[in-house]
């Protein structure tokens, strides 16, 4: 079974640049996350999609940050205009379940996660 | 807002068995406690998932006391490859609720 695919690995742009991620989850999976990772640091949950519906998104900075998944399969999260303090890790993950949090069925598979450097 | 809390960091050697401790006073009735454990330049892996009293599987053993206001990972005869960070995921927060990672373990196996 393939696991969570993201692409790029790696990202390098100037600050007020756009930049893009992009995520592939475990087929058949119905819920899938984006979370940030800073250095030295656990991943924060910038964004919860159950199929199609963006259900938790209060975390995500929505001045700059956006994010969709098509027909509830692969998503896609922006950043315009990226800004220094957005260099970080971007990880996806996805789970079976469309729980709330961490019940049985909400074990998350997480992706390589895209690292992302504004000079 | 519930939070999760754990040592910054362990040292042990090849062979021993390793105990990594996670608080969780706020944990809501009907939460699982899951950990996870991450190498660098990857996401995190699921490592073990339990409810209450002990979970074991291939990998480890987790023990969760009555309150449920505490886990343990116990991990056997750690070897070199399981140097890495280690979270204790549980819900947090209310109303529109978030899932949010602890801060993390860093294990240093040494020979």
């Known amino acids: 079974e393939a696991g969570v695919v993201q692409s790029p690995r790696y990202k390098i742009i100037e600050k007020k640049q756009p930049v893009a991620f992009w995520c592939n989850p475990i087929s058949g999976h119905n819920t899938l996350y984006w979370y940030l990772q800073n250095l030295g640091q656990g991943p924060e949950l910038l964004i919860r999609?159950?199929?199609?519906?963006?259900?938790?998104d209060s975390q995500l900075p929505k001045d700059r940050f956006s994010a969709e998944r098509l027909k509830g399969v692969d998503s896609t999260l922006k950043i315009q205009p990226a800004e220094l303090g957005d260099s970080a890790v971007y990880l996806c993950?996805?789970?079976?379940?469309?729980?709330?949090?961490?019940?049985?069925?909400?074990?998350?598979?997480f992706g390589p996660g895209t690292r992302l450097t504004v000079l | 807002l519930a939070k999760t809390t754990q040592p910054i960091s362990m040292d042990s050697y090849e062979g021993q068995e390793v105990n990594i401790t996670c608080s969780h006073n706020n944990i809501a009735t009907n939460d699982y406690i899951t950990w996870y454990q991450q190498f660098p330049s990857q996401g995190p892996r699921f490592i073990i998932q339990g409810y209450k009293t002990k979970v074991t599987n291939e990998v480890a053993s987790l023990f969760i006391p009555a309150d449920r206001k505490s886990s343990t990972l116990s991990l056997p005869r750690v070897s070199l490859s399981d140097t890495a960070v280690y979270y204790c995921?549980?819900?947090?927060?209310?109303?529109?609720?978030?899932?949010?990672f602890g801060s993390g373990t860093r294990l240093q196996v040494q020979p």
């Open positions: 993950a996805s789970s079976p379940g469309t729980g709330t949090g961490t019940s049985s069925t909400d074990t998350q598979y």
């Open positions: 999609y159950e199929n199609e519906e963006a259900v938790d």
């Open positions: 995921l549980t819900l947090a927060g209310t109303g529109r609720r978030a899932l949010t």
